[in-house]
């Protein structure tokens, strides 16, 4: 990792735009599932969170891998980079619940507790993501995006 890697050039002005719209997807795919389950069939919060999880990760998994961090050469590591992924949304999992559910003991709606916990990750997220899960050698040291 290197400094230039901070530094808000238009290549990483746009990745982090293109990151954004798969958090959006996440985020927004999820809050209208989680309403469906938690309000609409009243499932208890856990259960409908997983749900939303799951089919949010999901979405956003794709559109992180294929579109803003997409790399030729992490075609060749297509296990390792998803097993990557997995790892760091099975921390977050720990991370996020235990976010909402502290919210929620203090007396904070889930759907409040949805917004915090986002804001949280937009930048923990794209971190990890920018420069671990999504990494490959070859772009670091200067391949194009795509």
Same mark, same amino acid.
């Given at each position: 990792?290197?400094?230039?890697?901070?530094?808000?050039?238009? +290549?990483?002005?746009?990745? #982090?735009?293109?990151?954004?719209?798969?958090?959006?997807?996440?985020?927004?795919?999820?809050?209208?599932?989680?309403?469906?389950?938690?309000? /609409?069939?009243?499932?208890?919060?856990?259960?409908?969170?997983?749900? &939303?999880?799951?089919?949010?990760?999901?979405?956003?998994?794709? @559109?992180? +891998?294929?579109?803003? $961090?997409?790399? =030729?050469?992490?075609? =060749?590591?297509?296990? +390792?980079? &998803? /097993?990557? %992924?997995?790892? @760091?949304?099975?921390?977050?999992?720990?991370?996020?619940?235990? @976010? @909402?559910?502290?919210? =929620?003991?203090?007396?904070?709606?889930?759907?409040?507790? #949805? $917004?915090?916990?986002?804001? $949280? !990750?937009?930048?923990?997220? %794209?971190?990890? %993501? +920018? !420069?671990?899960? !999504?990494?490959?050698?070859? =772009? &670091?040291?200067?391949?194009?995006?795509?």
């Amino acid at each position: 990792m290197k400094r230039a890697d901070f530094v808000p050039t238009r +290549r990483n002005v746009i990745q #982090f735009l293109e990151y954004m719209v798969g958090g959006t997807v996440y985020f927004w795919s999820g809050y209208m599932v989680f309403a469906l389950c938690y309000s /609409g069939l009243h499932w208890n919060w856990l259960y409908a969170k997983i749900v &939303a999880d799951i089919i949010g990760w999901t979405l956003n998994y794709l @559109i992180q +891998r294929y579109w803003a $961090f997409n790399n =030729k050469s992490l075609k =060749k590591h297509e296990a +390792r980079t &998803a /097993g990557k %992924y997995t790892l @760091i949304t099975l921390l977050n999992l720990l991370l996020d619940y235990g @976010i @909402i559910w502290g919210l =929620k003991s203090l007396g904070v709606s889930p759907y409040i507790g #949805f $917004f915090i916990s986002a804001g $949280f !990750f937009t930048v923990w997220n %794209y971190l990890w %993501y +920018r !420069f671990w899960v !999504f990494y490959s050698e070859r =772009k &670091a040291k200067g391949s194009q995006h795509g």
